[in-house]
């Protein structure tokens, strides 16, 4: 690949979505341009590419833009998969779909009202913590009885899933790490000492104060 045949990922350290994105095009083999932004500073470039304004963006060089984070984790797996990823969702497309709509719209929904519960006006945090504790009770349960989310092996679901229950664990590591998830704390705890992790964390200074793009 030629250095402007590489697409360029707009991404923010920190966001589990944009996580999820490099954590796939990591595991392809695929390489990218990054460029880190601030949500609070966007860039010119990024918010023509994409005016939604979220991250991560995906810009190929053809032009064409991939600006949902499950889409860029399709794009890249679609284009090399090492380690089987899709094995899940060539096995059950649309039983992967429902879970990832699952995962990004109603447990989502309720880790933003437990972990920001002041951004909102009025909401119980108490009650999202619990809504949310019965999709992780459920993941538990999974993970006793199968080695991942996605199935015989970590998968599409297990690594679009953990950068999220990172993100609900982060709100209140002491309760968290008190439920009774033997399962599940493996599962993250794994997940977050691995290899595979520690590679997509690394800090970076953002675009528009550096102008430089990270090979990644
Ligand atoms: N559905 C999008 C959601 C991405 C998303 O909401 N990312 C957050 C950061 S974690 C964002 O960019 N929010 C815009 C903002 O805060 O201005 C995806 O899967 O890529």
Redesign the pocket.
């Known amino acids: 690949m030629t250095q402007t045949d590489t697409p360029i990922l707009w991404s ?1 350290r920190r ?4 996580m999820r994105a490099r954590l796939a095009l990591k595991a392809s083999g695929q390489r990218v341009h990054l460029r880190e932004i601030l ?1 609070r500073d966007k860039p010119e470039p990024f918010l023509a590419a994409s005016p939604k ?4 963006v995906l810009q190929l060089a053809d032009g064409s833009v991939i ?4 889409d860029v984790m399709l794009w890249a797996l679609g284009k090399a998969d090492p380690h089987q990823w899709l094995a899940c969702y060539h096995k059950d497309k649309e039983g992967v779909l429902r879970q990832l709509d699952a995962l ?1 719209s109603d447990f989502k929904h309720h880790l933003d009202r437990y972990k920001y519960a002041t951004r909102y006006d009025d909401v119980d945090e108490a009650q999202h913590r619990d809504a949310g504790a019965v999709f992780l009770q459920d993941w538990n349960r999974l993970l006793g009885e199968q080695a991942a989310l996605s199935g015989e092996a970590l998968g599409l679901l297990d690594f679009a899933t953990l950068p999220f229950v990172r993100q609900f664990r982060i709100a209140d590591s002491d309760w968290f790490d008190a439920q009774d998830w033997p399962h599940l704390h493996r599962w993250l705890q794994d997940f977050l000492h691995s290899d595979a992790f520690q590679a997509v964390m690394e800090k970076y200074k953002p675009w528009l104060e550096t102008g430089e793009d990270i090979a990644f």
């Open positions: 923010f966001c589990p979505y944009a949500l304004g979220t991250v991560p600006d949902e984070s499950r990004d």
